[in-house]
């Protein structure tokens, strides 16, 4: 083999190695890329903060959508405690759920609006409730105080859309009251 069929072999074999070096690269960056945007939006759906319980979701393949459909689970649990959705309360969820960033076509805004037409079964929210502990033993203290906050902030507005007579008395009924302290025991748990 001549000198120059040599030299022309090994350039094609660097080339070769390099381009598939680059690639392997441009993946691992395109991945820390797609990591550091899941968390980004994690964060802004959970109100969680703590770096290393974000990487542990993404990780999770958590996205931000699944972590709002989740979200929603509460808001399904408010708005049929009395055993009925009236239109102000099935207003108030689609208001929470577009803040969620859940939008019309996505498979969460599909899923909830099954729920609002007919009552999911009370296994939901057992499984919510235990996904939600597991989740919450991983936080921070903090953490867990700023998702629990987010979580009753959004299912006391459900409460509220449809409560009191006049402006009067509480807006929040014995039946909803009683879903939000079973909510927020399963995050403080």
């Not at 996505?106 to 409730?129: G, Y």
Request: no cysteine; proline share 4%.
């Amino acid at each position: 083999m001549s000198n120059e069929n040599l030299g022309d072999s090994r350039k094609a074999l660097e080339d070769a190695f390099f381009a598939r070096e680059n690639e392997k690269l441009r993946q691992r960056l395109r991945d820390l890329d797609q990591t550091k945007r899941r968390k980004e939006a994690l964060a802004a759906v959970s109100g969680i903060t703590d770096d290393a319980v974000l990487d542990r979701l993404a990780a999770l393949d958590l996205t931000s959508e699944t972590f709002a459909a989740l979200s929603l689970v509460p808001l399904i649990a408010v708005a049929w405690a009395d055993g009925s959705i009236d239109d102000q309360e099935r207003a108030a969820v689609f208001a929470r759920a577009a803040d969620l960033g859940v939008a019309p076509g996505d498979v969460s805004h599909e899923l909830f609006q099954r729920w609002l037409a007919d009552r999911p079964p009370p296994a939901l929210v057992a499984l919510w409730k235990s996904y939600v502990r597991a989740l919450a033993d991983g936080m921070s203290p903090a953490d867990r105080q700023a998702f629990k906050v987010k979580l009753l902030e959004r299912a006391r507005s459900v409460a509220e859309a449809a409560g009191g007579f006049l402006g009067l008395g509480s807006k929040v009924s014995p039946p909803e009251q009683r879903v939000l302290d079973d909510l927020a025991s399963a995050v403080s748990a």
